[in-house]
């Protein structure tokens, strides 16, 4: 059963801009991680947050996690072209022996 | 670079064909495991191996197998592809099935049903 819902489903912007995407989950989990997927390739680690962090940054990445209302959000600083692609939060199955993706979140980032 | 391979990138088959699709890993990790992502959809999980341990999905069809004859290698069976078989398939793996590990994504297989 998925676990993760992201919002939006897709987001546009300019370059330069900051994007960010959102991700609910609905049972409690150990740690939250964010998922990269350009078009046709396969999915490429961004970062994990833990359940007993906040906040986590890596580069333009900044995760956040509120464990109360069972949602993180990923923000992306000054985006690029590059930064186009689709974007997965996951979570722990309830064995916690693999992981369960939310519907992703479609980026275009345009120059 | 220690990798995950998948080969083909893209396989065309024929309705009720069997194909297999493979996987090689060479950062000898313990746990692989196989996705299926249909377009616009998130990847969901078929099964994974912890290291011989074949760990099936609940959901995932009878007509979707898989073997782990080693380490390295990991194998994906679909022994009658139907239409509704065409999808993205993922492989990955991860140093251990514990949470809270990153997954190492191969660049995915394609395929068609024709």
């Known amino acids: 059963s998925q676990q993760g819902e992201e919002d939006p489903q897709a987001l546009s912007i300019q370059e330069g801009e900051n994007a960010t995407m959102n991700c609910s989950y609905k049972?409690?989990?150990?740690?939250l991680q964010w998922y990269r997927q350009n078009s046709g390739r396969g999915l490429v680690h961004l970062i994990l947050?833990?359940?007993?962090?906040r906040e986590k940054h890596s580069g333009r990445l900044r995760v956040t996690l509120d464990t109360s209302k069972k949602s993180s959000s990923l923000l992306i600083t000054a985006s690029r072209a590059a930064d186009t692609a689709s974007y997965f939060c996951?979570?722990?199955?309830?064995?916690?022996?693999?992981?369960?993706f939310g519907k992703g979140t479609t980026l275009s980032v345009s120059s | 670079d220690a990798m995950v391979i998948q080969n083909p990138r893209y396989q065309v088959t024929q309705f009720g064909k069997p194909v297999t699709l493979s996987c090689s890993q060479t950062?000898?990790?313990?746990?692989m495991y196989w996705y299926q992502q249909k377009s616009s959809q998130a990847p969901k999980l078929l099964f994974h191996?912890?290291?011989?341990?074949?760990?099936n999905e609940a959901d995932t069809p009878d007509n979707f197998q898989s073997r782990r004859p080693n380490t390295s290698f990991c194998f994906l069976d679909i022994r009658s592809p139907g239409l509704g078989d065409a999808a993205m398939y993922l492989c990955?793996?991860?140093?251990?099935?514990?949470?809270?590990?990153?997954?190492?994504f191969g660049p995915g297989t394609r395929l068609t049903v024709l």
């Open positions: 191996y912890y290291d011989k341990d074949f760990n």
């Open positions: 990955a793996t991860s140093p251990t099935g514990i949470s809270g590990n990153e997954q190492f």
């Open positions: 049972t409690s989990i150990n740690n």
């Open positions: 947050i833990r359940s007993n962090e």
């Open positions: 996951a979570t722990d199955n309830q064995a916690g022996t693999a992981l369960i």
């Open positions: 950062l000898n990790h313990n746990v």
